[in-house]
């Protein structure tokens, strides 16, 4: 089996993958393919224990997702639980993993009401039991496509409820468990650090030494994921080299022999690997680390690749799971390319420049596939930024915080004077990301990534790699370098091709932000953006990150969409639910142009918005009726505003189109009176989709109006149980009557109408069963296993 492993190890990829894919006949068909490829390159013996490992797998992951299932009930609830992971405080929320008394999980949230609670709350570890009072919760599904699904992402932890605390009482700290020990002694470490020393090097030295990023800036988080850096923030294997180094040489030193020393490691790399907070990639390297010290006590030699290999058999048989992710993706692609690499990596006549020239070149193209799935988009500058950040990171910080951290036990004067240093340091290498957030193509988007392009991009990067090595067809590397390269291209250049279009009601809560974009790139129209109403909060309220609706929801949608450009901004009015997001949208994408409606007065956001144009050199034109634009078939008509309108909503751009076979009227905040003025103006319009103005309010979509206009669909932009009470019943009563079909984002999610030519299909992102299941009342039955 000696440089075998990774044959077996792809294999339970395969198993895993085709068990738990929705079209499961393409992994087991490139399964085939590789399976093909075995066949050619190993013996017949090691052929059948691939396939034979393949339907074990298979049939474990199937068996483990059977298993993965709940016998709660979502209700108001009295519970006893044990605290299961690292309470984490943020402004003045508490969240952390609840066991209850059946075994099961549940993701506990609390709104901490005061700061004297706060205070006392700290003192919370891993492993109190405590009496909770709140409300069992489905967690959400998404509602937006391409969003993040949260409530998959707590499946895949085996967790099937939210539980909002409305009370914490009786904590004790009972026998505690050598795990939970270990997590406390964590917690107490990170806290120490974070109260002893400045911000920026106790974020750093808590990431770093004990992969806990709660110090951390999210403004520094977001650059160095911009960038593609965000890999260096987490422990990883040559963290836990230096540490065993460290170890190794200090244990020698002072008299320690060999074989205790490796002994002696054994130990401590496990300890350390909770301590460390036991994400993937701390796993991976501690039970690597452990495979080769392990070998080493029996005299047996492991290569690298085979540990590895062994590693990831390990861990994928404990949780299948962890193959879908982030972090175990990055750890162990990287890890697999650079020992792949590693004849080319360690070749004699390799200076220092060009081993980071190649090691960064091969991290990024190996981690492309992974950030085009899960972020759509990659970064040009990651590379170069690598060769900067991945010595500075690892040969300075790392080995700083480490001594940092020994002298605070013994020498804490100096512990303070390094800090100190080290912020400095930090600090400029913050101020240098920064700058390059000004530099053009920051970012090269791409979009939604499927996983057929995921796995040629796979292939391509594999081939690449083994003809470099020269292990495969040497001869052709400049070929296969060039595949990947128009592969690339194509992806790139594929919205100047795509005959398809659409018109996404994008779900910003309450609130408007339309999306639409023509075929062949010809246009992207942005109407709105939704908007976070701000809420004055006290100093020890204030979160990590406030929520908002550009940075949470619309930027990454537009980004997943593909968008790289917006042609026009169009601000329908000045209200908040629908010009909130405009800022941080000119901040994170190129905005051609941004387009106001004429009125006599501009709102104090609207003028915000002329400014912030202005200073981003982005032209703002005024618009009023009788103004249009027309690109290839499509057909854009202002209908109002005519400039001398008094009522803030009744000055709402009003635009008709006509796209994809279909005319449409997105009417903003148009209400009764200004309806009344259109029918004057208009008494011919007529329009397929109707945007229903002003979220379904009683004061909009008279009857007059919808007579006059005559619809087919309408669709509401509406907050799911909104403090408005919108859409109104009389509303609804009135679409109904006339036979209008009824969109609802607060329903439905986001609601897309995509189109090739003069057809094209309207879908929402909640499927029926769902839209029906949330109308159902809750059980009020709680069992128990």
């Not at 969240?95 to 700290?122: A, C, G, H, M």
């Amino acid at each position: 089996m000696r440089g075998q492993w990774i044959c077996v190890a792809i294999s339970v990829i395969f198993g895993i993958a085709t068990a738990y894919s929705s079209f499961f006949i393409v992994p087991f068909l490139i399964f085939g393919c590789y399976c093909v490829v075995c066949f050619l390159r190993t013996s017949l013996p090691m052929l059948s224990l691939i396939i034979l490992v393949f339907g074990l797998t298979y049939v474990y992951a199937i068996y483990v997702d059977a298993q993965n299932d709940s016998m709660l009930s979502f209700r108001e609830t009295d519970v006893i639980g044990t605290i299961q992971s690292t309470p984490i405080i943020n402004g003045n929320r508490l969240s952390f993993q609840l066991q209850l008394n059946n075994d099961e999980t549940v993701q506990l949230f609390y709104k901490i009401p005061s700061r004297e609670l706060k205070e006392k709350l700290k003192q919370l570890n891993s492993g109190m039991v405590c009496t909770f009072t709140g409300t069992l919760k489905e967690p959400p599904s998404p509602r937006n496509f391409y969003a993040f699904d949260y409530k998959d992402y707590l499946y895949k932890q085996y967790i099937h409820a939210l539980f909002e605390a409305e009370s914490i009482s009786n904590c004790m700290q009972e026998d505690i468990s050598f795990v939970h020990w270990l997590f406390s002694m964590r917690q107490a470490a990170v806290s120490y650090i974070g109260e002893t020393f400045s911000e920026q090097s106790a974020a750093f030295m808590n990431a770093l030494l004990f992969g806990d990023r709660q110090y951390m800036t999210f403004e520094v988080e977001e650059q160095y994921q911009q960038f593609g850096l965000v890999h260096l923030l987490a422990i990883s294997g040559s963290h836990i080299v230096l540490l065993t180094a460290i170890c190794y040489f200090v244990s020698l030193r002072i008299g320690v022999t060999r074989e205790s020393t490796t002994m002696l490691l054994l130990v401590c790399i496990p300890l350390y690997m909770f301590f460390a907070g036991a994400s993937p990639s701390v796993v991976r390297a501690s039970i690597a680390a452990v495979i080769v010290f392990g070998a080493l006590t029996r005299a047996v030699r492991v290569s690298g690749m085979d540990a590895l290999s062994m590693t990831l058999i390990i861990m994928l048989f404990y949780d299948p799971y962890v193959l879908f992710n982030i972090g175990f993706q990055f750890s162990f692609v990287g890890s697999f390319s650079l020992l792949l690499s590693s004849s080319r990596l360690l070749a004699n006549e390799n200076g220092i420049v060009k081993n980071s020239i190649y090691l960064s070149v091969i991290s990024q193209l190996t981690s492309t596939p992974i950030l085009l799935y899960h972020f759509g988009y990659v970064s040009p500058y990651s590379i170069l930024l690598n060769m900067i950040y991945v010595p500075f990171l690892s040969l300075l910080v790392l080995p700083v915080c480490i001594v940092i951290l020994v002298c605070l036990i013994c020498l804490p004067i100096v512990s303070q004077w390094l800090a100190n240093l080290l912020s400095l340091c930090i600090h400029v290498s913050n101020v240098m990301l920064q700058m390059c957030e000004a530099l053009p193509f920051v970012r090269l988007t791409f979009g939604q990534t499927q996983p057929f392009l995921v796995a040629l991009y796979c292939i391509s990067i594999v081939t690449v790699l083994l003809s470099w090595e020269g292990l495969i067809w040497r001869k052709y590397r400049l070929l296969f370098l060039s595949s990947f390269f128009f592969l690339s291209t194509c992806h790139y250049a594929f919205p100047y091709v795509n005959a398809n279009g659409s018109v996404t009601y994008i779900d910003v809560g309450q609130g408007d932000a339309i999306l639409i974009r023509l075929p062949y790139n010809q246009g992207t129209y942005l109407i709105d953006t939704g908007g976070t109403l701000p809420v004055k909060k006290e100093e020890w309220q204030q979160k990590k990150h406030e929520f908002s609706v550009g940075h949470d929801i619309l930027v990454p949608f537009l980004q997943k969409e593909g968008v790289r450009m917006i042609d026009k901004l169009i601000v329908t009015h000045g209200d908040m639910d629908h010009t909130g997001a405009v800022q941080e949208i000119i901040q994170s994408i190129a905005v051609k142009e941004v387009v106001l409606g004429k009125k006599i007065k501009f709102s104090l956001l609207e003028q915000q918005i002329q400014q912030l144009a202005a200073r981003k050199n982005v032209p703002v034109r005024i618009v009023e009726k009788g103004d249009s634009w027309k690109v290839g078939e499509a057909v854009f008509s202002v209908l109002s505003p005519e400039g001398e309108e008094k009522e803030d909503n009744n000055q709402s751009i009003v635009l008709w189109t006509k796209i994809g076979g279909l005319t449409w009227l997105f009417t903003g905040d148009l209400e009764e009176v200004g309806e009344k003025r259109f029918i004057q103006w208009y008494p011919e319009l007529r329009a397929d989709v109707l945007k229903v103005g002003h979220h379904g309010s009683k004061t909009s979509s008279s009857g007059q109006f919808l007579d006059t206009v005559q619809p087919t669909k309408a669709i509401i932009s509406v907050g799911e149980k909104n403090r408005y009470g919108h859409p109104y019943i009389e509303v609804l009563e009135r679409l109904t009557e006339r036979g209008i079909e009824v969109w609802r984002t607060d329903e439905q999610g986001a609601i897309s109408y995509v189109f090739r030519g003069e057809t094209g299909t309207f879908h929402s992102k909640l499927t029926y069963d769902e839209t029906q299941k949330k109308r159902r009342l809750p059980r009020a039955v709680f069992k128990n296993r």
